[in-house]
């Protein structure tokens, strides 16, 4: 038995397998997301839902984006519900993979920002953006694309680099440097 041939065999279906779980992972986060705003799980004020209707979504979109005319917080509801409903199912169903992985990501960096902007660093619903905003990252970089898209593009390596290093900050109180490896 060769035991060389094993562990790649392993670290191959690790990486087919970390990519689809991934993807499944944010879809279902997605489209759950989308739900909660249609009262799917259940009604304003329950335990486990963030909106329960369309009418607190669109309250809280405002809240989020509160540096925009707030007239402008219903089309950016629409939006974004739009857009988290497309990319969730693309991403369960595993098509433009490599495109959706980067859009997901310019999504949750989207989100993180206008919540930076509106409220600061200062609470753990910020990290959750951040978080997903690295989930998709590795996402792409488990395809091989993110990566190659952050080393050629600073400015999304430095947006990269910003989150990675605020949510270590936050968890950690001590911010630790990113190194990238060629």
């Not at 993807?23 to 989308?34: D, H, I, K, Q």
């Not at 950016?76 to 519900?81: D, N």
């Not at 920002?113 to 905003?133: V, W, Y």
Request: charged share 15%.
């Amino acid at each position: 038995m060769n035991t060389r041939s094993d562990a790649s065999g392993r670290l191959s279906i690790a990486n087919r397998i970390a990519p689809l779980l991934l993807r499944l992972a944010l879809g279902v986060t997605l489209l759950s997301a989308v739900a909660d705003r249609f009262g799917i799980w259940g009604p304003p004020g329950a335990a486990t839902v963030a909106w329960g209707d369309w009418t607190h979504f669109v309250a809280y979109t405002a809240n989020v984006n509160s540096f925009l005319p707030s007239a402008l917080a219903p089309a950016l509801a629409i939006v974004a519900t739009a857009a988290e409903a497309l990319l969730g199912i693309t991403l369960i169903l595993g098509i433009f993979r490599r495109p959706v992985a980067l859009a997901s990501a310019a999504l949750f960096a989207l989100f993180a920002d206008a919540m930076t902007i509106s409220f600061g660093l200062k609470g753990s619903a910020q990290l959750l953006g951040f978080r997903r905003f690295r989930r998709c990252i590795s996402s792409g970089r488990l395809a091989g694309v993110a990566k190659t898209h952050i080393k050629r593009c600073p400015a999304v390596r430095a947006r990269a680099d910003f989150y990675l290093n605020t949510e270590v900050t936050a968890l950690l109180g001590s911010a630790a440097p990113i190194t990238h490896h060629s």
